[in-house]
């Protein structure tokens, strides 16, 4: 069965640092993966996705992230943190039927 | 730009009330889903809809039931609400084929006292 698992239910970084969200999937077939960021009191936006083209996807806002099929890996990342950046993060999947498989998520703080 | 617009945002029910959440997307997407996010949980599915009148059952259902009678608008219906039905509801839709972006409301704050 596919499932998520994003590690980190809390990321903190300095603004300027460098971003490292964490996401790993299970699937027994070639997956669609999804980064998707929710700003307080809102919806779920699309960041980026991955639908087996280059496996180094660039999304909106200067995030980024990189498809492992030998990790099963699909982390999220962005260069220099900036305070607008400080929101929730998921990592979804999707391998088939109509179901896309969500983690639990990860609340990113921005430092000052 | 693709709109799912849910039209409360808050809500305060009583416990053994029948609650109604409606939701309506701009961009004729024959998808349809209600989910629900709890803290550390994630998305859960509660239901699906591929097309006007048809449903499928997602990963928690029970206590909650839907309807689609046009194409623009899934409703999710609480028979009955509970105090563990307190959560946030986002409705979301998305075109034909699967791997595609699904898109999300604003969501739907549910207190149930």
């Known amino acids: 069965a596919q499932s998520v698992t994003q590690l980190g239910s809390h990321v903190s970084v300095s603004e300027g640092a460098l971003v490292l969200l964490r996401c790993n999937y299970s699937s027994s077939v070639p997956p669609y993966l999804f980064w998707y960021v929710q700003y307080p009191n809102q919806g779920l936006q699309l960041l980026l996705k991955?639908?087996?083209?280059?496996?180094l996807v660039k999304g909106i806002n200067g995030f980024e992230a990189e498809f492992k099929k030998s990790e099963t890996s699909f982390h999220l990342t962005k260069p220099s943190a900036h305070m607008s950046d400080a929101a929730e993060y998921f990592c979804?999947?999707?391998?088939?039927?109509?179901?896309?498989?969500f983690g639990a998520g990860t609340r990113l703080f921005v430092k000052a | 730009d693709v709109k799912v617009t849910q039209s409360s945002r808050y809500l305060v029910k009583r416990t053994g009330e029948k609650v109604f959440l409606e939701c309506v997307q701009d961009m004729d997407h024959e998808n349809m889903f209600w989910y629900r996010q709890d803290p550390g949980l994630g998305l859960r599915l509660i239901y699906f809809?591929?097309?006007?009148?048809?449903?499928e059952k997602g990963d928690i259902p029970e206590g909650y039931s839907v309807s689609r009678e046009k194409k623009e608008r899934f409703s999710l219906i609480l028979e009955s609400a509970s105090t563990n039905q307190t959560s946030m509801y986002l409705c979301?839709?998305?075109?034909?084929?699967?791997?595609?972006?699904?898109?999300f409301g604003e969501g739907s704050w549910l207190t149930v006292v």
């Open positions: 991955y639908t087996s083209a280059a496996t």
């Open positions: 809809s591929y097309d006007v009148k048809m449903k």
């Open positions: 979804a999947v999707y391998t088939g039927g109509f179901k896309t498989i």
């Open positions: 979301a839709s998305r075109s034909g084929t699967f791997g595609n972006t699904i898109y």
